[in-house]
């Protein structure tokens, strides 16, 4: 295979896919290319679709490359999905997210003692959306369930990896942030489809050709507390 048809190949694959393709799973298919060369090709498909002024990018998040719809043409990919954006997450689902994100693998009982509240709602809402996932389980007594973020956490963010994320003091105001960016981005295009005509749905960001079927209403915002987050843990991988 030379390299223009390994490129071509590639490309298939990520076209496939619906959720990023990790560069180990892309060279186990293309056992003859070696690392650096794979690299290279994903870096002259991400050129060849900038140049060539294509409707949609490759991006490089959560651990792997994935095909994204650019943010100019995601109100017509809307309408094909209409009704499906996710709901924004609130406020204690975002502290309780950056509590996880540094201290994985946690306990649930370790989280409300950060807290100072019960999190039994927002840790269902972020279940449900696949942002948190069971990682394992604790050596303490009972061997209490452990949890640490998913690859969706970092696509959701915008995260190549763990060691992308901010210092601790920072990640809540980061993860904020993003969801505001996510929000502003839904108004603009919202103000795009009422000027165009078409039905007013709303749409998430920079849109991945996979949609997942969000929706999920998030629990009310719990009393954000004030006490410092402890230092980050090892990442689980």
Known sequence: MDRNEAKR????????????????????????????????????????????GHSFSLVEVAGGFQIYTRPEYAKWVQELFRGKRASRLTAAALETLAIIAYKQPIIRGDIEAIRGVNVDGVMSTLAERNLVAVVGRDERPGKPILYGTTPEFLRYFGLATLSDLPKIEELEEYLKEKEEEREKIDQEIDAELRKDQIPNHGVQEEVAFDKTEGGQEPVPDEPIQQDTIPGPADPVE
Do not use: H
């Not at 694959?13 to 560069?23: H, N, S, V």
């Not at 298919?29 to 140049?51: A, C, H, N, P, S």
């Open 9 to 52: 190949v590639i490309e298939a694959l990520l076209f496939a896919t619906d959720t990023p393709i990790a560069p180990s799973k892309l060279k186990s298919l293309l056992g003859e290319l070696d690392q650096k060369i794979l690299r290279q090709l994903m870096t002259e498909l991400k050129v060849e679709y900038e140049r060539d």
